[in-house]
């Protein structure tokens, strides 16, 4: 060891699937030894050297997780708003609405997420609001975040007024989302921070940030002020596609690594940005498209009809980008060196999407494949297309998805069915549709069941070997030469149960060495 390395002994480890306990030896962010504890010769010199050491006595040590897909500025702002998922109808959720103004300052925005509608027995509507919210403008966001509910005043603060029920969809809807993110930096960023600590308190160390804004700036402004307990790939959509170009950007750019951390680790030379191993915390990620809606908002694009909605022109779905404009966006997108990451969660829309990637011949994402053509499974592992599934919605939506894709549920989430057509699957929670909480996701794809009910379509079940692989970036155990990202468990994950799963007590995360959450 060098006079100016870091370095950190964990000791008593055990590995899921080993017998005995290990010491783990990490240098400047590396895993440099694997030692059994009862002979850890490196691990001792390292520690006679001055290293740190951490006694895990017996807890299991996993690499760290990864979100692989977050809208990060609206997962921090949700805590901040209303919660309306728990309502069963829009007269339910009319009501909750009246409760909460109650105490709101005159003409005050609420904003309220979480709402599902697709099974409701009566129907959203701006009257419906208007009723009990007099002129307070009032917004609800559903639960996919495809949907928007707004009363006369807010639709006349957002410019939409006169429309027809008050229930905006898609880009109508993403505009809303666009609007009420315009928050003053410094208290958009504290929430972030929030969220982050959040995270790392359940073993995250990184995470794919999706949201639907131009988010160099962002991100750079958050490391900038010390922001570093995640790694950060965020994605570029279409409306800044032009503009990420322009300013040299790619799928995989380091972003900022700048100045020198005041405080404690100034002397360790430590920069703002950087882990460790002196790798950027924050990357320019994927190029993201959306190709069609959602289920609960009855506008993933789908072969057969919805029910109800017979012979409409929206009767199946809405098709967002049509397969020739999205070829166009993704020979444009990835000449420029942007990996894509496109939305298709319809059956049709998916194999749409499948269609333009094998065209294309670049590989990419998928993201959400909820409902998949029997005959489409295999063409994710023949076209190299990355499977970008969110588990736990298959948790939020059994019910819904046995409504509006009767017969066809078989293959909705299908994640054993991808697994064994040879797809690789990368996992994450769409937060704030589900909770940034990568544990939940696993327990959602191995156990297939939540709330005491039955397990849904158990076929579909995958082994936790599998859902932890699609939670790590694709690391299975660990290995000398990995940079130390790890969190440090209470349970062994391979025998815990699904429910033990979600509120898997986590001891301690690492990002290359460095503690962002301890418990011990």
Known sequence: MTPDATALVLA??????????????????????LEPATSAPFADRLSAAGASRTALEGRYLVPGLWDNHVHFSQWASASRRLDVSGADSAAGTAALVREA?????????????????????????????????????????????????????????????GHPDGVLREEDAFAVHRAL???????????????????????????????????????????TAGHDLLRVEFGVYPQHLERAIAEGLATGDAVGAVGSVEGSRADAGVARGVDATGRALVHVGPFKVITDGSLNTRTAFCFDEYPGLEGR???????????????ALLERATAAGFAPAVHAIGDHANRLVLETFEQLGSGGSLEHAQLVS??????????????????????????????????????????????????TLAMGSDAPVAPLDPWITM?????????????????????????LAASTR????????EVADLVSVERDPFAATSEELRTMPVALTLLAGRATHSAL
Do not use: Y
């Not at 699937?17 to 962010?29: H, K, L, N």
């Not at 929430?191 to 988010?215: F, H, P, S, T």
């Not at 046995?402 to 064994?420: H, M, N, P, Y």
């Not at 694709?474 to 000398?480: I, K, Q």
């Open 101 to 161: 103004l109650a105490t709101a300052e005159p003409e005050e925005l609420l904003v309220g997420i979480g709402f599902r509608d697709g099974l409701w027995p009566d129907r959203p509507s701006a009257a419906l609001l208007d009723a009990v919210t007099g002129p307070h403008p009032v917004v609800l966001i559903s639960g996919d975040l495809h949907c928007c509910w707004l009363n006369s005043a807010a639709l006349a603060r957002f410019r939409r007024a």
């Open 474 to 481: 694709g690391r299975r155990g660990l290995h000398v030469g």
């Open 313 to 327: 022109a929206d009767s199946r779905g809405l098709l967002t980008v049509p397969p020739a404009e999205l070829g």
């Open 181 to 223: 993110d315009e928050v003053p930096p410094e208290t958009v960023d504290g929430w972030a921070l929030d969220a982050a600590k959040a995270a790392a308190a359940r073993g995250v160390v990184g995470i794919v940030d999706l949201e639907m804004a131009w988010n160099r700036e962002s991100w750079l402004r958050r490391i």
């Open 443 to 467: 327990a959602a794809g191995t156990g297939r069941d939540r709330d005491g009910r039955a397990p849904w379509h158990p076929e579909q079940r995958i082994p936790m070997a599998e859902a």
């Open 374 to 423: 029997d005959a489409d499974f295999g063409r994710f592992a023949a076209a190299g297309v990355v499977a970008g599934v969110q588990p736990e919605h298959a948790m939020d939506d059994r019910d819904v998805a046995d409504l509006f894709w009767a017969g066809r549920t078989g293959r909705a989430f299908a994640l054993a069915s991808l697994l064994e057509a040879g797809a």
């Open 12 to 33: 008593g480890a055990r590995l899921p699937g080993v017998d005995w306990a290990v010491d783990v030896s990490i240098v400047d962010g590396m895993i440099v030894a």
